[in-house]
């Protein structure tokens, strides 16, 4: 997943809970705490990018810059994709655990 999309995620995820709550905002802090990393992440990201582009004497707006940007961002959907397929699948309900009375065979 990317940072654009985790951080989308936690946001709806903390706003969902702002509304399910009211005025108990304390019970959104986790949310509220995990969406302003998710934020923070991307816009480091965002910069990161804007720097290396840079590096290499593109400036924003110039096509060399445009294609810059979108060369990294493909090369980072690639890598978490690549990263994301490697991982073992978790299964909450126990369906690959032998021991669970929700085990399949």
């Known amino acids: 997943m990317q940072a654009r999309d985790r951080y989308v ?7 969902a809970c702002l509304a399910a709550n009211g005025a108990n905002t304390q019970a959104c802090e986790g949310k ?7 934020e923070h992440v991307l816009n480091s990201a965002a910069n ?4 290396k ?3 290499y004497g593109a ?11 979108a060369q990294l961002d493909a090369a980072a ?3 978490s994709a ?16 032998p021991a669970s ?3 399949r065979r």
């Open 9 to 15: 995620q936690s946001l709806n995820d903390y706003r």
């Open 32 to 38: 509220r705490v995990l969406m302003e990393t998710d």
């Open 48 to 51: 990161d990018a804007n720097a």
């Open 53 to 55: 582009c840079q590096s």
């Open 59 to 69: 400036k924003p707006g110039d096509p060399a810059y445009v294609q810059c940007r």
């Open 77 to 79: 959907t690639q890598a």
């Open 82 to 97: 690549t990263y994301s397929a490697s991982q073992p699948r978790y299964d909450p309900l126990g369906h690959d655990d």
């Open 101 to 103: 009375p929700w085990y």
